[in-house]
């Protein structure tokens, strides 16, 4: 784009919208530019999604010095706005004021990196040539000191022509400046510091013209735009954005094709004149104050990244991890314990004797309260997966992570996708969007939710409690089995992975290349923002979903009602839920199930925390009307087969964490496949091989200890 | 309360849950929702 040609003008107060500007937050991946929008708006936030695509839409407010509001939209964070992937259409269809759903945003704040400045400025020349009044904030300053450099940031807001700020998103250094400098009244309307190829002009300047024609296109907009279809490999689109207009896609072509015969490799052109104003500024804006050796991150890295002590490290985080889980989570455990016993014997002293009352205590009160005592456990994940995203580990551990991967022939991109499947597979599946290589994309999405996601934590612990109490057992043991259930997890993801690359979809691994970015003092504040609002969303579930489902549940362990004389036993069996168990028992006594159970499991397809609200209501409602509420865990020992014998062995309950481990037991991840394949036909081979790899080793495992008198 | 009572109110309840995920379903789908609100980040995890 020709500096010459965007003149500097200055925005109208009418093209701002009438309740305060509107900004929107872009920046390079790991920018900090969550940790900005953050810091300024606080817990002023409205997280959803852009309607049609599962991209997250983040969208808050604060105030200016003048007290006037300020919206704010944190973007997906892209390197470039050129798409590849939907995020990044999302990211350039917002700023291009292409999406159905909103309005084209006032004015932008870019963030940068200034410790990996040439880089980041390729998406600020980018930004600017759109039009927007725009702040460039240059956020990590400390490391551009850590590196030994300065930065010298007058010249740099010589060149861009907008404000260039100084920040240190972390600390809250330099907020108060971005805040006055977004409260400005009129700001200008930037120019590009950039000159396009003049080979390249003529294109850019008919493909333009035929997008002025569209409705609401502006002048410079348009420009911007056709550098980006030119500069696209293909024209990615996402639901409710507007289309582009089919006569500048057919200019585009043309263009394109006429430069292929001529042999111009034109989008490399476009990239390298870029870098060249960008380097040459660089070379200039930054000095060397002083040479320095290696870096902390460098040392640090020469023991995580080590082939050897890598492993040690991430092994040791881990024990740290699951150590934390099982002995912080246990007073507020026992407190929530006792407030939801406390809640439900204050509810049966209140009511007579009816199904109101049961509804109540067995039904809502048991299956949410079985649910949410494990949030103490969830919140403490949650902290520990923000502090090690937000230090910079999580890079290191798909570094050595790659190793592996790459020998079962997995891409090295899928290594995101996979660790996403930690927290929930859902994310993890979508995240393999970023696979360009369709066969390994498939086989990521295949094997993704082999990984132990947070939903199978509650039946797990709920498992080991009952298999361990703490009294007897050393929190050591309870450590060394969820690492064996994470580690069964993974291993069988690598395992079928190997399986499904060797002799169903044969193909070449693609090499990764990842940015390991310097260690950074978390931010505490971010980390437990992000914490508060998964548990949230943990906290809405349980609320909703598994509190309907209990409902339900219940209803389906009350009725048919059993006559007056029979026992709560009886009764719950002769109950639908109860006839729908004995009906698959028969399919599920080899395992060490009993019809109860089978309630569960049928229950947590839904979703698998379903699972221990199910077994809470089945038991409650089998407890009868008794006065005496007990904590789960004894309930579930204190249960027996008809004979008398003990139903939740150390083996069963074992084997139930195994099935867990492998079945694929989450609807929405079954749908989420379905649409990311485009067909029923990859789902449906996902939950056979998944829930048949659960059946057999459940059975295997059960049946051989059984055989060897073992956990019996 | 009468045990009968009790036994309508509780079917009442469980009537309206239903209609409730049945609605909370329907909406979802028109919204584009997945059906699990995990918000989806690329380049890291959640």
């Excluded at chain 1, 807001?157 to 400046?177: H, K, M, S």
Aim: glycine content about 8%; aromatic content about 8%; some cysteine.
């Amino acid at each position: 784009m020709s500096g010459a040609e965007g003149q500097t003008a200055t925005e109208s107060a009418e093209s701002i919208h009438p309740n305060g500007p509107v900004y929107a937050f872009v920046g390079n991946p790991n920018s900090g530019k969550t940790t900005l929008f953050n810091g300024l708006t606080g817990m002023r936030q409205k997280v959803g999604n852009y309607p049609g695509v599962t991209v997250e839409k983040k969208v808050g407010q604060f105030y200016s010095q003048h007290g006037r509001p300020i919206q704010v939209i944190d973007l997906p964070g892209a390197y470039s706005l050129v798409a590849r992937s939907p995020d990044e259409a999302i990211l350039r269809d917002v700023l291009l004021g292409r999406r159905a759903d909103m309005e084209r945003p006032d004015r932008v704040v870019c963030v940068v990196d200034a410790s990996n400045l040439e880089r980041n400025l390729y998406l600020v020349t980018q930004v600017l040539e759109l039009g927007l009044p725009t702040i460039v904030v240059l956020n990590m300053m400390d490391q551009v000191k850590g590196k030994g450099l300065s930065l010298d940031r007058e010249a740099l807001e010589d060149w861009l022509r907008v404000p260039v700020l100084a920040c240190q998103a972390n600390t809250g250094e330099g907020l108060l400046a971005l805040r006055v400098t977004m409260s400005r009244a009129v700001m200008d309307r930037p120019r590009s510091p950039w000159e396009l190829p003049d080979k390249i002009r003529p294109a850019v300047d008919e493909i333009a013209a035929a997008l002025e024609g569209l409705p609401g296109q502006e002048r410079l907009t348009g420009r911007a735009e056709a550098v980006l279809m030119l500069s696209e490999q293909e024209h990615v689109r996402v639901t409710g954005s507007r289309h582009v207009g089919d006569e500048s896609l057919d200019l585009t072509r043309a263009w394109e094709a006429t430069w292929e015969s001529e042999g111009f490799d034109w989008r490399g052109e476009i990239v390298a004149s870029r870098y060249e104003a960008i380097a040459g500024t660089c070379a200039h804006v930054l000095r060397r104050e002083e040479e320095k050796g290696k870096t902390v991150s460098d040392r640090i890295d020469a023991v995580v990244v080590h082939p050897i002590w890598g492993w040690f490290t991430l092994g040791a985080i881990m024990v740290i991890l699951f150590f934390s889980i099982f002995t912080f989570a246990e007073y507020p455990m026992n407190f929530i314990d006792t407030m939801v016993a406390q809640v439900g014997e204050a509810v049966t002293g209140m009511m007579p004797p009816g199904d109101l009352r049961s509804l109540i205590v067995d039904g809502a009160i048991s299956g949410v309260g079985g649910v949410i005592i494990f949030l103490p456990q969830i919140l403490i994940l949650f902290f520990f997966t923000g502090l090690l995203e937000s230090s910079g580990y999580m890079a290191r551990a798909a570094f050595i992570m790659d190793r592996v991967m790459s020998r079962v022939g997995l891409n090295g991109k899928s290594f995101i996708p996979l660790l996403s499947s930690f927290a929930c597979a859902i994310p993890g599946v979508m995240a393999t969007r970023t696979i360009e290589d369709p066969k390994d994309r498939l086989v990521t999405i295949l094997v993704a939710p082999l990984m132990s996601c947070a939903a199978r934590m509650p039946v797990y612990l709920l498992m080991i409690a009952a298999l361990v109490p703490s009294e007897r057992v050393p929190v050591w043991t309870k450590i060394g089995l969820m690492f064996l259930l994470y580690g069964l997890g993974t291993g069988a993801a690598f395992g079928f992975a190997w399986l499904f690359k060797r002799f169903l979809m044969r193909g070449e691994s693609s090499l990764m290349i990842i940015e390991l970015p310097p260690y950074r003092r978390p931010s505490l504040r971010n980390v437990i923002m992000q914490m508060l609002e998964r548990s949230f969303l943990f906290l809405r579930k349980a609320g909703t979903i598994i509190l309907g489902l209990s409902i339900i549940l219940w209803c389906l362990s009350t009725y048919p009602k059993a006559p007056e004389s029979a026992t709560s036993a009886e009764a719950v069996a002769q109950s639908f839920s109860g006839r729908i168990g004995h009906v698959i028992e028969p399919a599920i006594a080899p395992l060490g199930f009993d019809w109860r159970i089978g309630i569960g499991l049928v229950a947590s397809f839904a979703a698998r925390e379903v699972f221990v609200s199910s077994i809470a209501v089945v038991f409650s409602v089998d407890h009868g009307d008794d006065e005496n509420i007990l904590p789960l865990r004894e309930e579930l020992l204190a249960a027996t087969w008809p004979d008398g014998a003990p139903l939740f062995t150390p083996l069963v309950c074992f084997s139930l964490m195994v099935f867990y481990v492998f079945a694929m037991q989450c609807m929405s991840t079954v749908v989420i496949v379905k649409r990311e394949t485009n067909s029923w036909r990859w789902p449906l081979f996902q939950i056979g091989y998944m829930t048949g790899t659960a059946y057999l080793l459940t059975l295997i495992i059960y049946q051989t200890g059984r055989a060897l008198g073992i956990g019996l | 309360m009468s045990s009968e009572a009790q036994t309508w109110i509780a079917l009442g309840v469980v009537g309206i849950t239903i209609a409730l995920m049945v609605l909370g379903r329907w909406r979802r789908k028109r919204n584009g929702r997945t059906g699990c609100d995990c918000p989806v980040k690329k380049d890291g995890f959640r």
